[in-house]
């Protein structure tokens, strides 16, 4: 009997994971950030970022075969390592979202800007709008000091709300109809 592709290496390439089926097939998990993955990634990913993975590995679907990627294979290899430590089968997309597209395989691409960015913009914006109308209303001045609490909370969390939020908006949500399978979710923040 053929061993499993499954069983043996850690590697699988971005043309062997094309041949093994659809993402129905396999739970594919990018183990970057939000931003990142917000701005670009494969149909049918799940996001669990890098440094959450230990601690959410049980949302990973044991019914199926698991595929880590990243943007080049260094952090889906340490998740690789993370996951088999935990007892499951994991492999990684040698070369990662670079090699997948380096062969001319569909992403899906961020049609505006990156979500750090736009966290950025709606940051600096809310900021700049309570100083400005605290200068007529006083309590004003508290929506700078909420949006300062928010990102201090955000950084050390590794988490922002204000990310999860824009994440789900029209204008970052796929629309490209060139890009096969489901559309991609961020795990932990729903679809």
């Given amino acids: 009997m053929k061993p499993s592709p499954w069983q043996?290496?850690?590697?699988?390439?971005p043309a062997q994971l094309d041949r093994l089926g659809s993402p129905a097939d396999f739970a594919l998990v990018d183990v970057?950030?939000?931003?990142?993955f917000g701005r670009l990634r494969l149909a049918?990913?799940?996001?669990?970022?890098?440094?959450e993975l230990r601690t959410r590995a049980?949302?990973?679907p044991a019914d199926r075969p698991v595929v880590c990627v990243c943007a080049t294979g260094r952090r889906s290899h340490e998740a690789v390592r993370e996951l088999r430590s935990q007892g499951?089968?994991?492999?990684q997309l040698e070369g990662g979202i670079a090699a997948w597209r380096s062969e001319g395989r569909p992403v899906w691409v961020s049609p505006g800007w990156a979500i750090e960015r736009q966290v950025r913009l709606g940051a600096g914006s809310l900021?700049?709008?309570?100083?400005?109308a605290a200068q007529f209303w006083a309590p004003a001045r508290f929506l700078a000091l909420l949006i300062g609490v928010g990102l201090v909370v955000a950084a050390v969390?590794?988490?922002?709300?204000?990310?999860?939020?824009l994440l789900k908006m029209p204008w970052n949500r796929p629309r490209s109809p060139?890009?096969?399978g489901g559309p991609a979710t961020v795990a932990g923040h729903g679809k």
């Fill in 8 to 13: 043996a290496d850690c590697s699988i390439t």
């Fill in 32 to 36: 970057r950030g939000y931003g990142e």
């Fill in 44 to 51: 049918g990913a799940t996001c669990i970022p890098l440094a």
């Fill in 58 to 60: 049980a949302e990973i």
């Fill in 88 to 91: 499951i089968a994991a492999r």
């Fill in 127 to 132: 900021v700049v709008l309570g100083f400005a």
């Fill in 157 to 165: 969390s590794d988490t922002c709300l204000m990310g999860a939020v």
């Fill in 178 to 180: 060139h890009i096969s």
